[in-house]
């Protein structure tokens, strides 16, 4: 299978299986114990029927959404994911020109290989920076400043990774943080050597956010320390109000479920959060944010930004979220799969297509603008 011949999520993966060693794909593709959250994501969307309205004269389509303060061409952006140099060597380059020839948002991980401050410089669109929670609370504070200095439009700090989750792809073939792979993991890299000329041949895995704190000299091998030594279990809500306060500008919170905590995150001044169990890849069992998504605006969606991801998949699905209230939809494996394969190519086909999805979609739905979505246009079965 060839890019041209890619029309969805499901040829995506395919070509990117293909492409990675096994475990580098199962470290995409993957969840925490069963999966039963990952597939749940998905599967939340199907249990949930549209009821189109015709005769609605729809010539033209207006995708554009504001969100968090940020105007975007579309209603959906790359969530921010840690690693891309792993998956092809154009990494965050390639996802970050892709939404910024689209006119949407994207995010650079704290455990990004590329820095933010490039990427900002190249790319006028707005960007968000995802970052955890660190013991060295000044550390926290210079890395604000250095995403403030450098022109960050968004501050997004993860919330529901104190610890990780049980991936056990990942233990099965020993690719955990730090690398440890066994004889299995080892044999399915050396099957795919295309990938390894590819990764020995360009420039070196960096993790450039965190080149200046922890000591990357052992490249990938140090990553296990930066989660076992660095991050803070006890973060609480004090601790981030004293960040949102800080930050003085957009602020949103990655990992919200409750409502409890929606309402929390409202009281101490973030304007966005997004409903997110981290793509199923760390507490197995949780519920499917859009499953849960009405019940989370109802209760703040007129004080903050509400977004959700997990399991998005089809234009269809980011069509329901908006009409069940939601400002804008994130997607992760959804560009990680069209990287994987293809680089910049890869992921510029993946949302073209998502784009035009999201188009005929609006159309048969007889709606012109996201604004007319709303939840009569939804039933549950």
Not at 152 to 176: A, H, K, P
Not at 261 to 279: K, P, Q, V
Request: glycine share 10%; aromatic share 8%; proline share 3%.
């Amino acid at each position: 299978m060839r890019l041209a011949h890619c029309h969805n999520f499901h040829d995506f993966r395919k070509l990117a299986k293909r492409r990675l060693p096994g475990p580098i794909f199962n470290y995409i593709d993957g969840a925490a114990d069963d999966e039963v959250t990952y597939r749940r994501n998905t599967e939340s969307f199907e249990r949930c029927d549209l009821v189109p309205n015709v005769l609605r004269g729809v010539e033209a389509v207006d995708l554009s959404v504001t969100v968090m303060g940020q105007k975007l061409a579309l209603p959906f952006y790359c969530s921010p994911t840690a690693l891309q140099r792993l998956f092809h060597h154009q990494g965050e380059r390639a996802v970050a020109a892709a939404a910024a020839n689209m006119g949407t948002l994207f995010g650079v991980s704290s455990l990004g290989t590329v820095s933010l401050e490039e990427l900002r410089k190249k790319h006028s669109t707005p960007q968000v920076y995802q970052f955890y929670f660190h013991k060295d609370r000044e550390l926290n504070k210079a890395m604000m400043q250095r995403a403030k200095e450098a022109g960050i439009d968004v501050m997004m700090l993860t919330v529901d990774s104190i610890t990780g989750g049980n991936r056990e792809r990942d233990l099965r073939t020993g690719f955990t943080i730090p690398f440890r792979l066994n004889l299995s993991g080892l044999l399915q890299f050396a099957a795919k050597p295309a990938w390894g000329i590819n990764y020995m041949t360009h420039e070196k895995f960096r993790l450039p956010q965190l080149d200046e704190h922890v000591d990357m000299g052992g490249g990938v091998m140090s990553i296990g320390r930066y989660f076992t030594e660095m991050l803070d279990p006890s973060m609480d809500w004090d601790d981030v109000a004293e960040m949102v306060q800080l930050w003085d500008g957009q602020f949103c919170l990655k990992g919200v479920m409750s409502v409890e905590d929606a309402i929390r995150a409202a009281d101490i001044g973030c304007t966005g959060i997004i409903l997110s169990n981290h793509g199923g890849r760390q507490l197995d069992g949780s519920r499917s944010p859009f499953d849960h998504l009405a019940e989370i605006v109802d209760a703040v969606g007129d004080r903050i930004d509400v977004m959700m991801d997990g399991g998005v998949q089809r234009g269809t699905h980011i069509l329901k979220a908006l009409s069940m209230g939601a400002k804008a939809v994130g997607v992760g494996r959804y560009y990680l799969f069209p990287l994987s394969a293809a680089g910049q190519a890869g992921v510029e086909r993946a949302l073209d297509l998502m784009k035009t999805e999201l188009e005929r979609d609006m159309r048969l739905m007889g709606c012109r603008s996201v604004s007319e979505l709303s939840r009569d246009n939804l039933r549950f079965r």
